[in-house]
């Protein structure tokens, strides 16, 4: 995948197109990144001198708490301050077509005809912590296509689901007033994570004490000089609130400015991409050896037991390697 190669008059137009703003032409390119396309590198080789970084905002939490309502007020509002935003929903896969299922175009479907907003869904693949292997070549074509704002939205909480936190520049956690008795069994996961707490549906009972135990919990984890995250109250269906979280995510982003975080997060994405990619040649070599006459035969002794997985797995490294 990642050999360098020539780009088609096909391709190279629609890199043109997006960079004029064509929003078809940005689709058909993220396209190419869900497919993980041959020519997805040269792609982006070719459009790294216009990219820039958009600010990207993570929102997770259980289903039902009210991420796509906060994720749809959250673009209302800074399209208000004129910026442009990409929105990332990355759905379960389904279990037949390993497609996204459940829909929050729909949902957001109110900015579905805003030229300064897109929204793509994409599915989860499977991949460890529920986020696609795409979304850093994606948040980077948002970038070229000019987005001041990345809002990744994911598809649930648990202990496998956290890799937003090494994606997002901030972690929203929603959480809604009955996750009250389940607060103490988050700490291990969610506690960790999150750089602004929402408690959304906020005019339910019961806002006020999951409020006090998040606090509680966060007084008792966070010493010293170092960010802790605030505990805001929402009602997004009516838009209440949401101008406390753009506040949170803006003081939040002048603190990581300011004391460099932002610049060490970005360099350890960039270390990160970097491994995944080396992972992902190594995964196409293996691949492309398997049907190798000598390979197989490394197979028949591990399925007879003449020798065991382990010794087997270093065998075929060494024929590839």
């Known amino acids: 995948m990642y050999l360098p190669m020539a780009l088609s008059d096909y391709e190279s ?47 997770t939490g259980p289903p039902g708490a009210g991420k796509s309502t906060i994720t749809n007020e959250l673009i209302r ?44 869904s994409i599915s989860s693949r499977g991949t460890h912590g529920g986020l696609s292997r795409a979304t850093n070549e994606i948040i ?12 990744i939205e994911t598809v649930g909480v648990g202990q496998t689901e956290l890799d937003i936190v090494g994606v997002a520049d901030t972690v929203l956690v929603v959480l809604v007033p009955e996750a009250g008795d389940s607060v103490q069994t988050m700490k291990a996961g969610l506690m960790e994570i999150a750089d602004i707490f929402i408690v959304n549906k906020a005019d339910r009972e019961g806002a006020a004490l999951i409020s006090s135990e998040i606090k509680q919990v966060l007084s008792l984890k966070r010493q010293g000089g170092g960010w802790t995250p605030p505990v805001l109250l929402t009602s997004a269906l009516r838009g209440e609130g949401i101008g406390g979280v753009i506040e949170g ?46 390979v197989k035969k490394i197979y028949a002794r591990v399925r007879s037991g003449e020798i065991d997985p382990y010794e087997g797995a270093l065998l075929v490294i060494s024929k590839i390697i």
Not at 13 to 35: H, N, P, T, W
Not at 140 to 150: I, P, Q, T, V
Not at 259 to 280: A, C, D, V
């Open 140 to 151: 980077k074509l948002y970038g070229s296509y000019g987005m001041d704002y990345a809002i």
């Open 77 to 120: 509002s800074y399209r208000g301050m004129d910026k442009k935003i990409g929105v990332l929903a990355v759905d379960p896969s389904s279990p037949f077509t390993g497609g996204a299922i459940l829909g929050d175009r729909i949902r957001m479907h109110d900015h579905a005809m805003d030229d300064g907003v897109f929204i793509r």
């Open 249 to 294: 995510i803006e003081k939040h982003r002048s603190f990581q400015t300011e004391s460099g975080m932002l610049k060490n997060k970005k360099e350890k994405r960039t270390e990160g991409e970097f491994s995944e990619i080396i992972k992902e040649l190594i995964d196409e070599k293996i691949a492309l050896k398997l049907g190798d006459p000598e």
């Open 13 to 59: 137009g629609l890199i043109d197109k997006m960079l004029a703003g064509d929003r078809a032409s940005l689709a058909r390119l993220i396209s190419v990144a869900e497919s993980r396309h041959k020519s997805l590198p040269e792609i982006l080789r070719r459009l790294g001198p216009f990219m820039r970084d958009p600010y990207i905002i993570g929102i």
